[in-house]
């Protein structure tokens, strides 16, 4: 039978700090209440009994991403990384509240972002952005994934102001496209040929995806570019925020090579809590993993010089690995200049240029339009460095 301790906190007392090492545990509020507070966006939230804390940093392995203090005294439930599978199955309802609590702050992180770099757009006009992505692939020959996001676009506005050019696209797209499940089906296993697009940014989304083989891109088309977010394999899950909130695509998913994908939808998505803890285990650490790369993304914005950005952005790369980098050994992060810019929300600049950047530091190097770290250490504390300077100035 799982044993959980309890803890007993004074007013006034921090139970975790902002940026220091991980715990490999959480707490659930019993009692009391508690302040979450980050310094350098300023937020500040009261958590109550029956709230979730440090999920992110126990799940990821990485860095707290905020300071939480109690306001008077506190009785928290410690539950080990180690233990939340088998908390999983005696409390089920208590895992589905951490997962809809990650995607509801995660999602309100991508839209602070989305926010402060200008690039938010509103609920009304979604459709005009599945256009927009329907035409970007159109002409970059691409019909597969032109004719999907024409089709959402009809499915989504038939009444829309593009309605007509989608329909007349769609048609001399159809016969060359081999695009895939246009309509949700019942099917729980399904394949998608490389190039085929399995959702695009502003559909309506209900289903989440378990990638069984092959390969997804997760990407944005966005001033006449697709930048690629993030790419995922076999085990991955994607689309889970669509599902948990029930909300609109955030992104495009395409598959970059012939792929199977098991499908998750409401009417299973609770068996499956129930019935597959590691499911909910893998569920609850990939939401806190882009959790806390949206912390730090929001944070690299927050940045005013560019130079840090660059800086700070090479350090989430390596962070992001979460493995030990010999100090002596280049790493090749597989960023090309273009890559790099585009991460820091930064304009699109010349190889010359990016190198002037970073050329205030020995750490780094351009060799082949890629970027190389030249030592792993002295560049995590410059970053970090940056961000405490960011920190004091946000006060």
């Given at each position: 039978?799982?044993?959980?301790?309890?803890?007993?906190?004074?007013?006034?007392?921090?139970i975790?700090v902002?940026?220091?090492?991980?715990?490999?545990?959480?707490?659930i509020?019993?009692?009391g209440n508690?302040q979450?507070?980050r310094?350098?966006?300023?937020?500040?939230r009261?958590?109550?009994?029956?709230?979730?804390i440090?999920v992110?940093?126990c799940?990821?392995g990485?860095?707290?991403?905020e300071?939480?203090?109690?306001?008077n005294?506190v009785?928290?439930?410690k539950?080990?990384r180690?233990?939340?599978?088998?908390?999983?199955?005696?409390?089920p309802?208590?895992?589905?509240k951490i997962?809809?609590?990650?995607?509801?702050d995660?999602?309100?992180?991508n839209?602070a972002?989305?926010k402060?770099?200008?690039s938010?757009g509103?609920?009304k006009?979604?459709t005009v952005k599945?256009?927009?992505t329907?035409?970007y692939?159109?002409e970059?020959?691409m019909?597969d994934?032109a004719?999907f996001?024409?089709y959402?676009?009809?499915k989504?506005?038939?009444d829309?102001m593009y309605a007509?050019?989608?329909?007349?696209a769609y048609?001399?797209l159809?016969?060359k496209s081999k695009?895939?499940?246009?309509?949700p089906?019942?099917e729980?296993?399904?394949f998608?040929?490389?190039?085929?697009?399995?959702f695009a940014?502003g559909?309506?989304g209900?289903?989440?995806?378990?990638?069984?083989?092959?390969?997804?891109?997760?990407?944005?088309v966005?001033?006449?570019e697709?930048q690629?977010?993030?790419?995922?394999?076999?085990g991955d899950?994607l689309?889970?925020?669509?599902l948990?909130?029930?909300?609109?695509r955030?992104?495009n998913a395409r598959?970059t090579e012939?792929?199977?994908?098991?499908?998750?939808?409401?009417k299973?998505f609770?068996l499956m809590?129930?019935?597959q803890?590691?499911?909910i285990?893998?569920?609850t650490?990939t939401?806190a993993n882009?959790?806390?790369?949206?912390y730090?993304?929001?944070g690299?914005v927050?940045?005013?010089?560019?130079?840090?950005r660059?800086v700070?952005?090479?350090?989430i790369?390596v962070?992001?690995?979460?493995s030990s980098?010999?100090r002596?050994?280049?790493?090749?992060t597989?960023?090309?200049?273009?890559?790099?810019?585009?991460?820091c929300?930064?304009?699109?600049?010349?190889?010359e240029?990016?190198?002037?950047?970073?050329g205030?530091?020995?750490?780094?190097a351009v060799?082949?339009?890629?970027?190389?770290?030249k030592?792993?250490?002295?560049?995590?504390?410059?970053a970090?460095?940056?961000r405490?300077?960011r920190?004091?100035?946000a006060?």
């Amino acid at each position: 039978m799982l044993q959980l301790s309890t803890e007993t906190v004074a007013p006034g007392s921090y139970i975790f700090v902002e940026d220091k090492e991980p715990k490999d545990y959480f707490y659930i509020i019993r009692e009391g209440n508690v302040q979450g507070i980050r310094r350098y966006s300023k937020q500040s939230r009261v958590y109550e009994p029956g709230s979730v804390i440090g999920v992110v940093p126990c799940m990821t392995g990485r860095s707290q991403t905020e300071s939480v203090i109690a306001k008077n005294q506190v009785t928290l439930v410690k539950v080990l990384r180690s233990q939340y599978e088998e908390f999983i199955k005696g409390n089920p309802s208590i895992a589905m509240k951490i997962v809809q609590m990650l995607s509801r702050d995660l999602r309100s992180f991508n839209e602070a972002y989305d926010k402060k770099t200008g690039s938010m757009g509103s609920f009304k006009d979604r459709t005009v952005k599945l256009y927009e992505t329907a035409c970007y692939y159109e002409e970059k020959d691409m019909p597969d994934v032109a004719a999907f996001a024409y089709y959402q676009y009809m499915k989504e506005a038939p009444d829309g102001m593009y309605a007509g050019e989608c329909r007349r696209a769609y048609e001399k797209l159809q016969s060359k496209s081999k695009a895939v499940y246009l309509d949700p089906s019942e099917e729980t296993n399904r394949f998608y040929p490389k190039g085929t697009m399995v959702f695009a940014e502003g559909q309506t989304g209900s289903e989440m995806f378990i990638i069984g083989s092959g390969a997804v891109c997760i990407s944005k088309v966005s001033g006449g570019e697709e930048q690629a977010i993030v790419y995922f394999k076999k085990g991955d899950l994607l689309g889970e925020m669509a599902l948990l909130e029930n909300e609109f695509r955030s992104a495009n998913a395409r598959a970059t090579e012939d792929s199977n994908l098991i499908v998750v939808n409401r009417k299973n998505f609770d068996l499956m809590v129930e019935t597959q803890p590691q499911y909910i285990l893998k569920l609850t650490a990939t939401l806190a993993n882009r959790y806390w790369y949206s912390y730090r993304r929001y944070g690299n914005v927050c940045l005013s010089d560019s130079r840090e950005r660059l800086v700070d952005m090479l350090a989430i790369q390596v962070e992001m690995k979460k493995s030990s980098l010999v100090r002596s050994v280049n790493y090749e992060t597989g960023l090309s200049v273009q890559d790099l810019m585009v991460l820091c929300n930064l304009e699109a600049s010349g190889q010359e240029e990016v190198a002037y950047l970073l050329g205030g530091t020995q750490d780094v190097a351009v060799s082949g339009g890629k970027v190389i770290i030249k030592d792993v250490e002295s560049l995590l504390k410059q970053a970090e460095f940056y961000r405490k300077k960011r920190d004091k100035q946000a006060l």
